[in-house]
């Protein structure tokens, strides 16, 4: 899942306060926490308070779209409800905004959001954990399945830096050390050879990788 936050109120008000008629998108894809239909009226409901109070008179219409990143289903969704409107607010992570944004190139698109990292829930802990940066080049089956581009703090790529403390990271002592995490996980696996390979510095030319049909 995406994991994303809503932007703050007056942020958005902000971006939005150029126009009067405003169509907020949402996606039922795999933003976390959802921002669907009902997230959409919602906001709808805040805007449109929070923009009396300042005296601005704001119309808007909410919809939402299976999945805002996917542009055949977007178009599909959104185009019968683009007549009048000025701007659309997207509550989708931002692949939606852009997604939009090509498909009505003379309408401003305004995200809603702020999209954080592709993560994984842990239900009994009520919290979302960054697991994943989608660098294009994944490593796991080096490092016993734990991600050190994401889950380290430096992102380092060949054993960790040293400053741990007591299996926590120093960046960040809420955090295990991925690298501490990574050398038991090989361990128990009988794997430590894996260590001994160096590992060439990120590629970051598979980040632009694209799908071809
Ligand atoms: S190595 Fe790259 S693709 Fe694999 S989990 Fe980490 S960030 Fe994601
Ligand atoms: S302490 Fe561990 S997780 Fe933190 S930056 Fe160093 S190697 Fe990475």
Same mark, same amino acid.
């Given at each position: 899942?995406?994991?994303?936050?809503?932007?703050?109120?007056?942020?958005?008000?902000?971006?939005?306060s150029?126009?009067?008629?405003?169509?907020?998108?949402?996606?039922?894809g795999?933003?976390?926490?959802?921002?669907? /239909?009902?997230?959409?009226k919602?906001?709808?409901?805040?805007?449109?308070?929070?923009?009396?109070?300042?005296?601005?008179?704001?119309?808007?219409?909410?919809?939402?779209?299976?999945?805002?990143?996917d542009s055949?289903?977007?178009?599909?969704? /959104?185009?019968?409800?683009?007549?009048?409107?000025?701007?659309?607010?997207?509550?989708?992570?931002?692949?939606?905004?852009?997604?939009?944004?090509?498909?009505?190139?003379?309408?401003?698109?305004?995200?809603?959001?702020?999209?954080?990292?592709?993560?994984?829930?842990?239900?009994?802990?009520g919290?979302?954990?960054?697991? $994943?940066?989608?660098?294009?080049?994944?490593?796991?089956?080096?490092?016993?399945?734990?991600?050190?581009?994401?889950?380290?703090?430096?992102?380092?790529?060949?054993?960790?830096?040293?400053?741990?403390?007591?299996?926590? $990271?120093?960046?960040?002592?809420?955090?295990? $050390?991925?690298?501490?995490?990574?050398?038991k996980r090989?361990?128990?696996?009988?794997?430590?050879?894996?260590?001994?390979?160096?590992?060439?510095?990120?590629?970051?030319?598979?980040?632009?990788?694209?799908?071809?049909?």
């Amino acid at each position: 899942m995406i994991v994303t936050s809503l932007k703050p109120l007056d942020e958005i008000l902000d971006s939005i306060s150029p126009y009067s008629k405003i169509l907020i998108a949402g996606c039922d894809g795999c933003t976390q926490p959802p921002r669907g /239909l009902r997230e959409a009226k919602t906001l709808s409901q805040l805007l449109e308070l929070a923009g009396k109070l300042k005296g601005k008179d704001m119309q808007f219409k909410v919809t939402t779209v299976v999945k805002q990143c996917d542009s055949f289903l977007t178009a599909s969704a /959104l185009k019968s409800q683009m007549d009048g409107v000025e701007a659309v607010l997207s509550l989708a992570c931002g692949a939606g905004p852009q997604t939009v944004a090509e498909i009505f190139p003379d309408i401003p698109v305004l995200p809603a959001q702020n999209s954080h990292f592709v993560g994984a829930e842990d239900r009994e802990g009520g919290i979302l954990e960054d697991r $994943c940066s989608a660098c294009g080049d994944c490593i796991l089956a080096l490092t016993g399945g734990i991600c050190p581009v994401t889950r380290c703090a430096k992102g380092l790529l060949n054993g960790a830096c040293g400053g741990a403390r007591n299996g926590k $990271c120093e960046m960040d002592p809420e955090r295990d $050390c991925a690298w501490e995490l990574i050398y038991k996980r090989l361990e128990r696996l009988g794997k430590l050879d894996l260590l001994k390979e160096f590992r060439s510095p990120r590629n970051y030319q598979a980040k632009a990788w694209r799908l071809t049909p």
